[in-house]
């Protein structure tokens, strides 16, 4: 697991295999954001808080669901 400080952001990862695997949690201003990232692309669960707005997405290879019942 690799656990690590950018600036005013945090950030958690798992690796396996030397491919970035695992959950990113990301503080920077206003913008707070979950992720389950996979070899550099967003796959899973994306939580965004962004000046007051918030969004449920799941992307995949850029793709973006909602995930209120829209699969």
Known sequence: MVNSEIGRGLYK???IDGQRVGLQW???GS???LQWVYS???VGLQWLYNEQKTN???GAEGEK???RGSY
């Open 65 to 67: 669901v909602d995930l």
């Open 13 to 15: 990862a798992y690796r």
């Open 56 to 58: 449920n997405e799941r």
């Open 26 to 28: 990301v503080y920077s």
């Open 40 to 42: 550099g692309s967003t």
């Open 31 to 33: 913008t707070v954001a």
